[in-house]
């Protein structure tokens, strides 16, 4: 297959196109362009072609992948994930996001541990978070660390109750509606349980 052309992409930084006899049209890098030595007139063999669209391939996959983590940050699941979708042979996506993990661009523990915060930040027990960190792709052997992460149970609880509660915890609908909601949340029943005693207490308190 001969080059017919080779030039300087317009539209992204650090690529060359290079057209090829049959009309079809390499992307490639800087880096590719002289590793294969590709100019125009060059007599490309079979295997130097295939070798050059599989390196395209793979050079594309870290592209679209650095593109993807500079906006949001996401687990390595996630982007392998999100790369397939966009078009990306599976084994290109997981190499592109070996790739940004080993030069710490994803980083699945300060993904799960950022994950936990926010989530706990907005009132939300270790159940839910557990439930987003599976959602969200991040392995199973980093989730008790990020849960670390959460705030304690019973002040977030305490302040939840105080918001959510329209009467006294006497009346079983009521109490029905506010364990509901907290489980919901992703508290566990014992520590939704304690922190109802405590403000039936604290309500008998203030009427003492």
């Known amino acids: ?39 125009a007139g060059l007599e490309l063999d079979g295997e130097t072609l295939e070798a050059v669209r599989a390196s395209v391939k793979a050079s594309s996959a870290k592209a679209a992948a650095a593109n993807i983590i500079g906006s949001r940050a996401l687990s390595k699941k996630e982007l392998t994930r999100r790369l397939v979708k966009k078009g990306s042979d599976e084994a290109d996506a997981q190499a592109a996001a070996d790739w940004l993990e080993d030069i710490g661009a994803v980083d699945d523990a300060g993904y799960a541990a950022a994950l936990a915060r926010h989530y706990g930040g907005k009132g939300y027990g270790p159940a839910r978070v557990r ?42 609908r009521e109490k029905k509606r506010v364990s509901d909601a907290l489980l919901r949340r992703g508290f566990a029943w014992s520590d939704v349980k304690a922190a109802m005693g405590r403000y039936t207490e604290m309500l008998e308190d203030t009427y003492d």
């Open 131 to 172: 439930e987003e960190l599976r959602r969200r792709g991040v392995d199973r052997s980093l989730w008790d660390e990020a849960l670390e992460e959460l705030p304690e149970a019973a002040e977030v609880l305490d302040e939840l109750i105080r918001k959510k509660c329209r009467g006294e915890l006497s009346d079983p």
């Open 1 to 39: 297959m001969r080059v017919e052309e080779v030039k300087r992409s317009e539209r992204k930084k650090g690529r060359f196109l290079v057209r090829l006899e049959d009309g079809d049209i390499l992307r490639v890098t800087e880096e590719e362009l002289l590793r294969f030595g590709l100019r």
